[in-house]
C-alpha cells in the first residue's frame, strides 16, 4: 500500500473520530447548556451551529488534502481541530468539582481528538511534507 495512501486513511481515521467525539459533547452540552459551567455568551443556538460550520470545515479539509490542496487543507484542518480543543475552555468558567464524570470525558475526548487533528497538520506539514513530492500518474488511482 502506497504511504500516501495510510496518511489518508489515518487523517480520515483521525476526523471520524473527533467528528464522533464532539458530536456527542456538543450535543450533550446543547441538552444540558444549564449544567454547563460557561460565560453568558454561549447559548445553545451557537453550539449547535458552530458544531456544523466547524465540522464542515473539517470535512472540506479532509476533501482538499486528498486533493493535494495541502496548504488550504492544513488552513481549514487547523481552525477545524479548535472544535475539540475549545472544549477544554469549559475548565476556564468552572471548578473541577462542578463537572459530572461524563462531562469530564467528553471534554476530554474532545480535547484529545482535537489535540490529534492538530498533530496530524503539524506532522504532514513539517515532517512528511507531501507538498514538496510530485504526484505520479499512478498515485491518482490509489486515492
Known sequence: M???VKYHKLLKTLLIVSIISTGIHFTDNYLFIKQY?????????SIYQSWLILTALGIIGYWLYEYRKFWLAYGCLLVYSLTGLSSLGHYLYGSLSQFSAKMHFFIWTDGLSGLAILGFVFWSALILKPWRR???PTDITQF
Do not use: K
Open 2 to 4: 502506497n504511504l500516501e
Open 37 to 45: 459551567p460557561e460565560p453568558d455568551w454561549i447559548t445553545a443556538p
Open 134 to 136: 510530485e504526484l505520479n
